[in-house]
């Protein structure tokens, strides 16, 4: 399972709505989590490296998109503090 991490394109801010969606903060901190379901996050501040169960490790921090797919079971690595708009499904 991979995580994909990406920019966006022009005018898919507001085609996907982003701004629409829930936004979560975390502090620096580091912590297991499995995806129940598929989540879309866009980055608005901060620095993350999410590493699989399988060793795969991504890193991404503001302006990205990150799409995470349902069952991935991973280790979250909050090295500054995060800001994201998120939508699941």
């Known amino acids: 399972?991979?995580?994909e991490v990406r920019k966006?394109?022009?005018?898919?801010?507001e085609k996907l709505k982003i701004s629409d969606w829930g936004?979560?903060?975390?502090?620096?901190?580091?912590?297991?989590?499995k995806?129940?379901?598929r989540e879309t996050?866009?980055?608005?501040?901060g620095e993350v490296?999410?590493?699989?169960s399988t060793g795969e490790t991504v890193r991404f921090g503001p302006k990205d998109l990150v799409?995470?797919?349902?069952?991935?079971?991973c280790t979250w690595n909050v090295i500054k503090p995060v800001k994201k708009h998120y939508n699941f499904g």
């Open 1 to 3: 399972m991979k995580v």
């Open 49 to 52: 490296e999410v590493t699989s």
């Open 41 to 45: 996050c866009y980055i608005l501040e």
């Open 67 to 73: 799409i995470f797919p349902e069952g991935l079971e």
């Open 23 to 33: 936004i979560w903060r975390c502090g620096a901190s580091k912590f297991p989590w």
């Open 8 to 13: 966006l394109l022009p005018g898919e801010f």
């Open 35 to 37: 995806y129940a379901e």
